[in-house]
T-cell receptor, first 113, second 111 residues
C-alpha cells in the first residue's frame, strides 16, 4: 500500500510569488490535513479537508488556502509569499480525520528568498 | 504558549543510557499520541494512549498517560543511535477534534 505522496520535495520561490503544493493520500483515506513545521513554532495545523470540504481550519492568514478533489488528492496554495513562509509543509491522511492516527508524507521544503 | 509543553527540548546522550521525555498540559486530553520524526521525513506514529494511567510498552520504549489525562511521558531504555530523531506528542482535547502538537524533543544518541 503506497504511503502519502507529496510533490514537489523542494521548492525555492521569491517574495510575492505564489506556490501550489500537492498531496496524494493513502488509498481509501478521505481526510487530508496540512501542517506547517518550522524550527521556532514546531508543527502548526493549517487545515483539514474531508470529502472535498474544509472541515477544520487553523490560525493562518487567508493567503493560505487549499482544496480537495473527488479522488481525495489535495492541494494547498500560498499566495503573496513572505520570507516567514519558509518551512516544511507536511500533509497527513487518515480514514476519518480529527484525532485519528495520522499518516504523514515526507513534506515539501519551501524556501522563500 | 503551546497547549502541549514538551521537555526537554534537546537531549544528547551516549548509547546505552536511559532517558525520559515529558509532555505536559493544563488541559485534559481525550487521547494522546507520540510520533517520531527523522530528518527529511514526516512524523511516524509510535503509540496512542487513551485511558488515564495507561502504560504501553513498545520494545525499549515505555509510554505513560497521566491519571488525570493532562500529561504523558516517554521513557527509552538503553538508547541506541537509531533512536535519534525528533519526538512529538500530540493530543486532542475533544475526541474528533484536530490534533495539537507539542514543540518536540530533539534526541541525539551518540555511539
Amino acid at each position: 500500500k503506497a504511503g502519502v505522496t507529496q510533490t514537489p520535495r523542494y521548492l525555492i520561490k521569491t517574495r510575492g510569488q505564489q506556490v501550489t503544493l500537492s498531496c496524494s493520500p493513502i488509498s481509501g483515506h478521505r481526510s487530508v490535513s496540512w501542517y506547517q513545521q518550522t524550527p521556532g513554532q514546531g508543527l502548526q495545523f493549517l487545515f483539514e479537508y474531508f470529502s472535498e470540504t474544509q472541515r477544520n481550519k487553523g490560525n493562518f492568514p487567508g493567503r493560505f488556502s487549499g482544496r480537495q478533489f473527488s479522488n481525495s488528492r489535495s492541494e494547498m496554495n500560498v499566495s503573496t509569499l513572505e520570507l516567514g513562509d519558509s518551512a516544511l509543509y507536511l500533509c497527513a491522511s487518515s480514514h476519518r480525520g480529527g484525532s485519528e492516527k495520522l499518516f504523514f508524507g515526507s513534506g515539501t521544503q519551501l524556501s522563500v528568498l | 504558549t503551546q497547549l502541549l509543553e514538551q521537555s526537554p527540548q534537546f537531549l544528547s546522550i551516549q548509547e546505552g543510557e536511559n532517558l525520559t521525555v515529558y509532555c505536559n498540559s493544563s488541559s485534559v486530553f481525550s487521547s494522546l499520541q507520540w510520533y517520531r520524526q527523522e530528518p527529511g521525513e514526516g512524523p511516524v506514529l509510535l503509540v496512542t494512549v487513551v485511558t488515564g494511567g495507561e502504560v504501553k510498552k513498545l520494545k525499549r520504549l515505555t509510554f505513560q498517560f497521566g491519571d488525570a489525562r493532562k500529561d504523558s511521558s516517554l521513557h527509552i531504555t538503553a538508547a541506541q543511535p537509531g533512536d535519534t530523531g525528533l519526538y512529538l506528542c500530540a493530543g486532542a482535547v475533544v475526541a474528533g477534534n484536530m490534533l495539537t502538537f507539542g514543540g518536540g524533543t530533539r534526541l541525539m544518541v551518540k555511539p
